[in-house]
Nanobody, 113 residues
């Protein structure tokens, strides 16, 4: 059983920064590729960024150059550093183990203009 918890969401002004964390438990967490997704009110959930077991990363065009995904294997944690936030980034952000049915509970990010 793999479990993980997201944290770090908050209310921030446009132009600000946040770092989200996805802390996993269970010995197999480090074997998975991890994705950060987000869902804004009234919109479908969308992929934000992914990081493979080996550290390869991919980003949605809307966040390239502003967001950085990383992982700390020793801490079983994946991070999403978000800079230059704008109101369009407002959403609930979820951590997901790719190719599995495991999702976190989400953390709210709200960017005020």
């Amino acid at each position: 059983q793999v479990q993980f918890v997201e944290s770090g969401g908050a209310l921030v002004q446009a132009g600000g920064s946040l770092r989200l964390s996805c802390a996993g438990s269970g010995s197999t967490f480090s074997f998975y590729s991890i994705g950060w997704y987000r869902q804004a009110p009234g919109k479908q959930r969308e992929l934000v960024a992914t990081i493979s077991r080996g550290g390869n990363t991919n980003y949605a065009d809307s966040v390239k150059g502003r967001f950085t995904i990383s992982r700390d294997a020793a801490k079983n944690t994946v991070y999403l550093q978000m800079n230059s936030l704008n109101p369009e980034d407002t959403a609930v952000y979820y951590c997901h183990l790719l190719a599995t049915s495991y999702w976190g509970q989400g953390t709210q990010v709200t960017v005020s203009s």
